[in-house]
């Protein structure tokens, strides 16, 4: 198959918004992990990452982002981002973080899921921004 000399681009932008609320300490893709991003029929590029913390964090934890190659039904460990103990009030921000722009962009084919969990109880809020090819 000859390689296309013609660039692409995302055709409809979008910003996936999905929340982890399960404690899950597996790297191994195993427990639960929450979707985050279903790609297009076409696949998906996404070019940010961020998480916050939608109140308290007790102690110190991790959200860590999982890839699923099946629709997910099997999940690979992918990244962690950190997150401080931090309790928010009216002049302090809750606990957050990003995936460094080295690892990204990434493209997603149709199959491809994003999947998140924390290592500690709580709510996090991951927001991906991209779109859908």
């Known amino acids: 198959m000859a390689a296309s000399t013609s660039p692409v681009f ?4 979008k910003c996936w918004i999905g929340r ?21 029929a076409d696949g998906s590029l996404i070019e940010g990452i961020e998480v916050a913390a939608e109140s308290t964090t007790a102690s110190a934890c ?6 699923s190659n099946d629709s997910g039904t099997t999940w690979r460990f992918w990244r962690s981002v950190q997150l401080a103990a931090i309790t ?3 002049t302090v921000d809750t606990a957050q973080g990003s995936v460094e722009t080295t690892y990204l962009p990434l493209a997603l084919a149709s199959t491809q899921y994003l999947g998140a969990a924390a290592t500690i109880s709580g ?5 991906a921004r991209g779109g859908d090819y």
């Open 20 to 40: 982890a609320t399960v404690t899950n300490t597996n790297r191994d893709g195993t427990g639960t992990v929450a979707t985050i991003v279903t790609p297009g």
């Open 10 to 13: 995302v055709d409809t932008p």
């Open 88 to 90: 928010p009030s009216a």
């Open 123 to 127: 709510n996090f809020t991951i927001i």
């Open 62 to 67: 991790m959200v860590n982002l999982f890839l």
